[in-house]
């Protein structure tokens, strides 16, 4: 009834994937991988599955690949469970082993589940924050944000960064923060004029700190804006879109280990 | 949110977890909000809120302002009632009126407004 996939460009070797194996079979566990090399390949896999034949989908990546998932979250069906196994806990160094992953695994074996709000963004969805990157463009304020449909803010080209509020009680009515922040420009010193933007780093302020443009509260955000529009994770959006709460839940399995008499 | 200085103002801050609109920045419309708002660019629209408004040096306000609490460094062409204190300061400047029970102003702010102080 498990299910598990995996990123091809995730690094990912064999001795870890043994482990990995080994220690889903000593917890009765293991399944089918199914291994996919871009977000289309993903989505094309969730259409196929049904929670007759899978009850808890497995990634096992970094955080990335993580929220590649949740980005597809419409996708899988709601009695179908999601788990993630970081494969930044298995290894903390080239040799150093972190005891974390088999807690990892034995929490998906207990498949503690927690029902959790998704965002949406675009037709995707994330969990808790992304942010957006702006391709460049002539206009000096080239991009709109529409905040909860009352409030337009125009903005230069910057970096939006949304975090998701639920957990805090004080922001019940507008559970998204906007983050927006300058991008910087400055190139790093060329090799061949190290001692030189040594210098230069030292004797001037640093102007590499990404000033904050402003901090918003709200609950639905359009963004507008005629230039290449990117996320955190390469994903492009069309230039016109909404980011908001929506009422989509996800059965998330949680990542820590239930205690035995639970 | 906001961690204040010791004048009590918003301003020079590291980092802004509340409303703020920074410099050169241009909004209209409506916040609505609990917390304290510091806008420091260009607002055009109404602000409401239960905590203190301040708009920076570099503001240019137009529009209505209802909080606790506004401390006035910028231009606004506004109807500002807070309930608490209103502080207009020597670089200031406010055209429309003011209505608090304590309103503050220092010496150089430019005023072209009715103030009305003291409770009702």
Redesign the interface.
Known sequence: MYLYLKNTNTLLDDDTTVKIVDELTRNHIAAEIKSFESEAKLISILSTISKSSTNTLVMIGNKQDFETLIGQAGLVDSGIAIGFLDINKFKKGPKIISHDWQQQIEALAHRRIKETTVYSIGSRYFLDNISLTFGPSSKP?PILVT?DE???????ICQLEFQNNTLDS?QIT?PI?LSATSVSDNKPPQSNDLLGGLIRRISSPNTNVN???????GKSYLIEANTKITDNLNREYKNSFYIGKTSKKIRLVSQKASKRDE | MFRKSQKGHISELVAYSGFYIGPEIEANGQINTDEDVYIDGKFTGEISTEGVVELGKNAIFRGAIKARSVILEGQAKAEINATESIVISGCGQLIGSAVSKNISVDSGALLKADLTAGSS
């Open positions: 304020k905040v009352v409030l337009d803010i125009h903005l230069p004080f507008k923060h000033k904050q443009l402003t901090s918003l509260y």
